[in-house]
């Protein structure tokens, strides 16, 4: 096939770095977008997510031990606790207190606990999913990207979970 | 649908992110003719659709803005000559993750819900079906804790 010049692979690494680029800007990019909105962005609507994403983890670890379904309940585990960091960083970049990630109480709603592993990791990614989309119109710049990203994760993950 | 205002940049992203979309149609087309319709083809058809759709809202809400969107290409190349079924899935892998780029830079300068709405549903669809390719591909991990920032 004669394929004319300008393709996908040489635009779409253009705008990648152009895109790279821009990324570039972010550390105070939220700072000029949540000063049009109402003042300095809150890391308020980050804490729920990171404290959901840490009892994720801790859930898909305790799942792991389900020998059929170690590997999925493992790929979650490692995104959760992706997702934890990296808001937790964001809270504290924003002065928030992200609450201590010690935390141990048990990790899923009492009504799940009947449920197989699997269900119950099928469940709480699907309520996870649901919790970032809800926040994603409560913040804005590098936040949104954030919580976007986080969701668009573990719609991810309920394919393969 | 209201006219929306758009920022410099944000007008910006989202003519990248429906060149993005063009681009994910085109290869759609193409793959059609290398993965099996009783295997992963509902799932490539669907993919086909979400794009045209992804790609008809950038083009409304550029236009609405009054902004001329960017047309499609005659054709593009993908990551290596689209020949079996193998190479079709990695063009496909490469589309999405180029869809899921560009919806994230679109929803970090998004000052619309309207527009906050479709580019997450974009950057999501997009996750989802890369997530599915890199499955058929045997690719791991499946799952990248941050898409649209891979």
Known sequence: ??????????????????????????PWAPVLLGCSASGAPSPEPLVPLATNAAEDERLARATAAEAEFSEQAELVAQVRAEHAKALRREIER????????????????????????????RSALREAQGRAEETVPLVSGHQAGLVGSVSAACASLLEVV | ??????????????????GAEHAAVWVY??????????????????????HREHRDRARTLLRAAGATPPAPRAAYRTP???????????????????????????????????????????????????????????????????PGRE
């Open chain 1, 94 to 121: 924003l002065g928030g207190d992200p609450g201590t990630p010690t935390n141990t109480s048990p990790p899923s709603p009492g009504s799940d606990s009947t449920k197989p592993g699997r269900a119950r990791l």
């Open chain 1, 1 to 26: 096939m004669d394929i004319p010049r300008g393709t996908l692979s040489s635009s779409v690494s253009l705008n990648r770095r152009r895109l790279l680029g821009l990324s570039a800007l972010l």
């Open chain 2, 1 to 18: 649908m209201s006219s929306t205002e758009l920022s410099e940049d944000g007008s910006g992203a989202l003519e990248r992110a429906l």
């Open chain 2, 29 to 50: 087309g193409l793959a059609r003719a290398f993965v099996p319709e009783s295997e992963t083809g509902s799932t490539v058809e669907a993919g086909a659709s979400s």
């Open chain 2, 80 to 146: 290596s000559p689209v020949r079996d079924r193998n190479s079709a899935l990695h063009a496909l892998l490469a589309v999405e993750r180029d869809c899921s780029v560009g919806w994230m830079a679109v929803l970090e300068r998004s000052r619309s819900t309207e527009l906050s709405e479709l580019a997450l549903r974009g950057l999501t669809g997009a996750a989802r079906r890369a997530t599915k390719w890199r499955v058929e591909l045997g690719e791991r991990p499946s799952v990248p804790p941050f």
